[in-house]
């Protein structure tokens, strides 16, 4: 998209949605509440060695994140619901394809910006 | 705008619309030309947009934005499926897509690339691709008129 | 079930249904706006919101319950000349019966999609489809399920 078409869109507009894998504790609750199913969230729990010899427990690490762009209606309740702001959106409107399947962004596709992206 | 007469009475399958009702504009010669649009780039590509639903009125935007000029095209390589495809629709969806045999086929928002919000509804398609080849998809729900723009450019190139 | 008539609202048996109608009707709410259903589980509730054409800020609704399944409903039309097609989608939707006139399906061509917005009538494409939130259970998860959704119940 050019430069001068971009700058036709409101500041404001759901563009696509990106996630900071730092952030992300796969808690499961965007998973859980988007209305339309289109995010899918692939996690193992890892032992956590705890010094003080208190009962074992357990951690969730995330292993890929998809949104399927395909199905998702940009309402936002995935960026809002998040306890840890992992999700957010990006300017970013322009990203068709030939294929169906290349519409499902993982985790690499869903890295945030840099700070001199949108 | 094509197809206005859709939302007059759903009652009607396509057998019953009569001719003078279809974009297809028989009245001007030589030969049938459809009430479609071009790229204001000068680029050249002719595109008909079928208006199912709420995503065509980002292809009606990209005309107020001037991205798209009204033309008669005699055989568009594009044809724009914008909006959810019902069960009730899906004869008159794919008389249209019989009668431009050489156009790419380009999915206009999430219900033209999967059903959408809609996936889920008895009622519904879940995606142009249920009923011929897609070449382009694009998502958004709606995209932005310059996401089309952008596409049918792409798709266009040789 | 006895008639409660307030300012805004009436709540009649269905054999009330037109004589609240037409009161409304003659006391100047001259327009209907929408008649439609609602699926409370053990009945499914009618309403019909009324409205003035010259005075559109005023509005009533007029409410009964019908039965779920084998559902009957008067006809409003010799009241309402406009109700024909929310009584013909009410019907389609909640597989309500309406007492006479012509009544055809508006929007379900199919016969098997009538009643598609009871409560009961779950989404086939929902049950089919693995919850994605389901794969990430674990050994320290809360479980949870999806709203609308009862996998391994079907609509036969």
Same mark, same amino acid.
């Given at each position: 998209?050019?430069?001068?078409?971009?700058?036709?869109?409101?500041? @404001?507009s759901?563009?696509?949605?990106?996630? =900071?894998?730092?952030? $992300?504790?796969? /808690?499961? &609750? #965007?998973?859980?509440?988007c !209305?339309?199913?289109?995010?899918?969230?692939?996690?193992h729990?890892?032992?956590?060695?705890?010094?003080?010899?208190?009962?074992?427990?357990?951690? @969730?690490?995330?292993?890929d994140?998809?949104? =399927?762009?395909?199905? $998702?209606?940009? /309402?936002? &309740? #995935?960026?809002?619901?998040? !306890?840890?702001?992992?999700?957010?959106?990006?300017?970013?409107f322009?990203?068709?394809?030939?294929?169906?399947?290349?519409?499902?962004?993982?985790?690499?596709r869903?890295?945030?910006?840099?700070d001199?992206?949108? | 705008?094509?197809f206005?007469?859709?939302?007059?009475?759903?009652?009607?399958?396509?057998?019953?619309?009569?001719?003078?009702?279809?974009?297809?504009?028989?009245?001007?010669?030589?030969?049938?030309?459809?009430a479609?649009?071009?790229?204001?780039?000068?680029?050249?590509?002719?595109?008909?947009?079928?208006?199912?639903?709420?995503?065509?009125?980002e292809?009606?935007?990209?005309?107020?934005l001037?991205?798209?000029v009204?033309?008669?095209?005699?055989s568009?390589?594009?044809?724009?499926?914008?909006?959810?495809?019902?069960?009730?629709?899906?004869?008159?969806?794919?008389?249209?897509?019989?009668?431009?045999p050489?156009?790419?086929?380009?999915?206009?928002?999430?219900?033209a690339?999967s059903?959408?919000?809609?996936?889920?509804?008895?009622t519904?398609?879940?995606g142009?691709?249920?009923?011929?080849?897609?070449?382009?998809?694009?998502?958004?729900?709606?995209?932005?008129?310059?996401?089309?723009v952008?596409?049918?450019?792409?798709?266009a190139?040789? | 079930?006895?008639?409660?008539i307030?300012?805004?609202?009436?709540?009649?048996?269905?054999?009330?249904?037109?004589?609240?109608?037409?009161?409304?009707?003659?006391?100047?709410?001259?327009?209907?706006?929408?008649?439609?259903?609602?699926?409370?589980?053990?009945?499914?509730?009618?309403?019909?919101?009324?409205?003035?054409?010259s005075?559109?800020?005023?509005?009533?609704?007029a409410?009964?319950?019908?039965?779920?399944?084998?559902g009957v409903?008067?006809?409003a039309?010799?009241?309402?000349?406009?109700?024909?097609?929310?009584?013909?989608?009410?019907?389609?939707?909640?597989?309500?019966?309406?007492?006479?006139g012509?009544?055809?399906?508006?929007?379900?061509?199919?016969?098997?999609?009538?009643g598609?917005?009871?409560?009961?009538?779950?989404?086939?494409?929902?049950?089919?489809?693995?919850?994605?939130?389901?794969?990430?259970?674990g050994?320290?998860?809360?479980?949870?399920?999806?709203?609308?959704?009862a996998?391994?119940?079907?609509?036969?």
């Amino acid at each position: 998209m050019s430069e001068h078409h971009h700058q036709l869109i409101a500041g @404001n507009s759901h563009g696509v949605i990106a996630l =900071d894998p730092a952030a $992300c504790t796969s /808690c499961l &609750i #965007c998973v859980r509440e988007c !209305p339309t199913w289109c995010i899918e969230l692939d996690c193992h729990e890892e032992p956590v060695a705890e010094a003080s010899g208190r009962r074992p427990k357990v951690s @969730n690490v995330l292993d890929d994140f998809r949104i =399927d762009f395909g199905l $998702c209606m940009y /309402c936002g &309740i #995935c960026i809002e619901v998040c !306890p840890f702001d992992a999700l957010s959106w990006r300017q970013q409107f322009d990203y068709p394809s030939d294929q169906r399947q290349a519409l499902v962004h993982d985790v690499l596709r869903l890295k945030p910006p840099a700070d001199n992206q949108r | 705008m094509a197809f206005p007469h859709i939302w007059r009475d759903l009652r009607l399958t396509a057998s019953q619309y009569p001719d003078s009702m279809t974009p297809l504009d028989r009245s001007t010669g030589p030969g049938p030309r459809w009430a479609g649009y071009r790229l204001a780039d000068g680029v050249g590509i002719g595109l008909v947009n079928l208006e199912l639903a709420c995503c065509s009125l980002e292809v009606a935007s990209a005309i107020t934005l001037g991205l798209l000029v009204p033309s008669h095209e005699p055989s568009p390589s594009v044809l724009v499926i914008s909006g959810t495809i019902t069960g009730a629709l899906v004869p008159t969806v794919s008389e249209v897509i019989a009668a431009l045999p050489d156009a790419k086929v380009l999915a206009f928002g999430a219900c033209a690339c999967s059903g959408g919000p809609y996936w889920d509804a008895p009622t519904v398609i879940p995606g142009v691709n249920q009923l011929t080849t897609v070449s382009m998809y694009v998502p958004g729900c709606p995209p932005r008129p310059q996401a089309l723009v952008s596409a049918i450019s792409e798709l266009a190139r040789p | 079930m006895t008639a409660h008539i307030g300012r805004d609202e009436a709540l009649v048996a269905t054999d009330q249904w037109l004589r609240a109608l037409r009161q409304f009707h003659d006391d100047g709410l001259d327009m209907l706006d929408f008649l439609t259903g609602v699926d409370r589980g053990e009945h499914i509730e009618i309403v019909a919101r009324l409205t003035s054409s010259s005075q559109p800020s005023t509005s009533c609704f007029a409410r009964t319950t019908v039965p779920v399944g084998g559902g009957v409903l008067p006809c409003a039309c010799d009241i309402y000349p406009g109700a024909a097609w929310h009584e013909r989608e009410t019907s389609e939707m909640f597989a309500i019966t309406i007492a006479s006139g012509e009544h055809p399906p508006l929007l379900l061509h199919d016969q098997g999609q009538r009643g598609a917005l009871l409560k009961a009538r779950l989404l086939q494409r929902r049950n089919e489809r693995p919850w994605p939130a389901d794969a990430g259970q674990g050994s320290n998860r809360r479980t949870s399920r999806p709203l609308g959704v009862a996998p391994g119940v079907t609509n036969e």
